[in-house]
């Protein structure tokens, strides 16, 4: 399993419900890994964060585009249906690289949102994906266009993504002192 000090799994499927009545198990797939269901025969079973053995892959097969697994000592429907919502993961050393200018979740979650000039914006709580591309969600709330153009640099080590963003996209939390309030007042 894995030891005191090891970086937490990487999360790549929900089990989202039983399929049939042998123990077979619907996934929502997290990963855009090429082969990352296909080719891994071992997952971490991870329930609200917490690893709570290996599960072995007996067999998979794909319905209409989504993963049903068999996992070896899940053999009913009973048994399958106790995995609901459970999480799969894999040891972050097994991850793989990815091409230049891509990131996988688990690194930009976490990482600060800052204005070219230094400006914190928010914290990165999760990645939106969207039809039109992938949004990051601050904890403030806030959205932001995941592109190059908008977020140019991106720097994992310092944990910081540097946001360049059209006027209105963003606004400032900074004023000068003597910079008016933005806000109306009442009349």
């Not at 993961?89 to 690194?107: K, S, W």
Request: net charge negative; glycine share 10%; proline share 7%.
């Amino acid at each position: 399993m894995m030891e005191a000090g090891t970086p937490p799994p990487v999360l790549v499927a929900r089990i989202v419900k039983p399929h049939g009545i042998n123990g077979e198990l619907v996934l929502e797939s997290w990963t855009d890994v090429e082969g990352r269901l296909e080719n891994t025969s071992v997952f971490l079973l991870i329930d609200q964060g917490r690893i709570l053995r290996e599960v072995k892959v007996e067999s998979r097969r794909f319905i209409m585009g989504r993963p049903v697994f068999k996992f070896a000592g899940v053999a009913t429907r009973t048994e399958a249906e106790m995995l609901r919502n459970f999480e799969l993961g894999i040891p972050e050393d097994q991850i793989g690289e990815l091409p230049a200018g891509q990131f996988f979740v688990f690194q930009l979650v976490g990482m600060e949102a800052v204005l070219p000039h230094g400006e914190a914006v928010g914290r990165i709580r999760n990645i939106v994906h969207t039809g039109g591309g992938d949004l990051l969600e601050l904890d403030n709330g806030g959205l932001i266009p995941f592109n190059d153009q908008i977020c140019p640099n991106v720097d994992l080590e310092k944990k910081v993504v540097v946001i360049n963003p059209p006027e209105g996209l963003i606004v400032s939390t900074s004023r000068r002192a003597d910079e008016p309030s933005r806000r109306r007042a009442d009349p």
